[in-house]
C-alpha cells in the first residue's frame, strides 16, 4: 500500500482556492507527525503546515491566515485548504509523515508523497 498519496492541486488566478487531500495508510497515518510541504523550482523543499498526533497545529509565517490544516481520521485523511493564493505559493506540494517530532525542514526519516502541483497565476 502507498503510504501517502495527495491530490487535488491546480491552476488558480491570485486570490484563488484550492484543498490539497493526503490519503495516508493505516500505518502512515499514525505517526506523530503529519504535515505539508511545498518546493518551487530552483528553491529548497520547505514546510508550510504541520499537524500533530494530539491535534495542534502549526504554520510557517507566510501561510498564516490563509492555509488550513485538518483531517478527517475516519477516513486516514489530512487536507490543506488553500485560499488568497499567491503567484509565490506556485510548487510541487508534498504531504509528509514523520515519527516523534514535527519538523518544517525536511529530513531522512520523513516520509513523502509524490507530490501535487499548485500554479498560480497573477
Sequence with gaps: QVPLVESGGGSVQTGG???????????????????????????????????????RTSYTD?????????????????????????????AMYYCAARRNVCSYTPASDHVWGRGTQVTVSS
Design 17 to 55: 482556492s484550492l484543498r490539497l487531500s493526503c490519503a495516508a495508510s493505516e500505518y502512515t497515518y499514525r505517526f506523530d507527525c503529519m504535515g505539508w510541504f511545498r518546493q518551487a523550482p530552483g528553491k529548497e523543499r520547505e514546510g508550510v503546515a504541520s499537524l500533530y498526533s494530539d491535534g
Design 62 to 90: 507566510s501561510v498564516k491566515g490563509r492555509f488550513t490544516i485538518s483531517q478527517d481520521e475516519a477516513k486516514n485523511v489530512m487536507y490543506l485548504q488553500l485560499s488568497s493564493l499567491k503567484p509565490e505559493d506556485t
